[in-house]
């Protein structure tokens, strides 16, 4: 390609590729999914989790204490009419304790996926106007839930020890049942995010599938009370293994650990394989749908 100034003196004089390969890259107007700079990534997740977590309490009187007191209110429910109108749970060890945890565990799984459901849609300003890595909203998201569970867990901690709950080095493992569960969330909402924004629909979808998914985790029951038959197939949803496991390791050790309780040690392949999926599938969706999503919203 040869460009000639007004005088006629040549200014270009060589192919329009070799040019563009000497400058770089064309520029793509479309926003990246991760960002080249890890920690301009975590910083911007942690400023949307901040941010999020203080707005959510904003102007409510109990402000943070909501955190505590929901889960604590649904527990005192549940705990009353299991264990005086259905006379539950008695001959369980630490049923009590049980119960709590399950609950709050689930919550955070709850809350992180339904409010990751519409968060493209809640940044729609945001989206249309700032270039940022898109990741970063439902990562905040499932951050921002974190940050709930950790206060949360931390009045569960009372409970245990006001329920005589000895504390052993096991409860180091703590931090990974919440990784695994939180990443399992991650990849349930990044699906989620981006399928709502082509399809509405999926809202109440996941709402009911919520509720399956609540009642066919062992939340309200340990595992050992299902029906043998079922044990194994209730194990291949990863938040009853993250449950099971949590039961064995931080409340009774008497109770049967996942290895003991999934059989063969390869079975173990299904609940990590949904895992994984689930995690991979939902990357793979968001970082192909969510560079356009601006378009749709």
């Excluded at 565990?105 to 940044?123: D, K, Q």
């Excluded at 709950?165 to 349930?188: I, K, N, Q």
């Excluded at 009642?215 to 009853?240: C, D, H, W």
Aim: with cysteine; glycine share 6%.
């Amino acid at each position: 390609m040869k460009l000639t100034a007004g005088d006629g003196t040549a200014v270009l004089d060589e192919p329009l590729t070799a040019s563009v390969a000497t400058y770089g890259p064309p520029y793509d107007p479309r926003p990246e999914i991760v960002g080249s700079d890890p920690r301009r990534f975590v910083g911007l997740v942690l400023t949307l989790a901040i941010n999020d977590f203080k707005l959510r309490f904003f102007g409510s009187v109990l402000g943070y204490v909501w955190s505590l007191v929901r889960p604590l209110l649904l527990f005192g429910v549940l705990y009353a009419i299991f264990t005086h109108v259905i006379r539950f749970g008695g001959d369980i060890k630490f049923y009590p304790v049980y119960l709590l945890t399950a609950l709050v565990m689930f919550n955070f799984f709850a809350e992180a996926t339904n409010r990751c459901v519409t968060c493209l849609l809640e940044s729609e300003s945001l989206i249309r106007k700032v270039r940022f890595p898109r990741l970063a909203i439902p990562v905040s998201v499932v951050t921002s839930s974190l940050l709930n569970l950790v206060l949360a867990l931390a009045a569960v901690m009372v409970f245990y020890a006001a329920q005589g709950v000895e504390p052993t080095w096991r409860w180091l493992e703590l931090p990974l049942f919440v990784l695994v569960l939180a990443l399992f969330a991650l990849g349930c909402g990044m699906l989620l995010s981006v399928l709502y924004v082509r399809f509405r629909d999926v809202q109440p979808i996941w709402e009911v599938a919520l509720q399956v998914l609540f009642y066919g985790s062992p939340v309200l029951y340990v595992l050992t009370v299902a029906p043998e038959a079922i044990q194994r197939k209730l194990l291949a949803n990863p938040i009853a293994c993250v449950l099971t496991e949590m039961r064995h390791a931080m409340i009774d050790p008497t109770a049967p650990d996942l290895f003991a309780a999934i059989g063969p040690n390869w079975h173990l392949v299904v609940p990590a394989a949904i895992l994984v999926g689930t995690l991979a599938l939902g990357t793979y969706l968001f970082a192909r749908e969510a560079r356009t999503a601006a378009e749709r919203l």
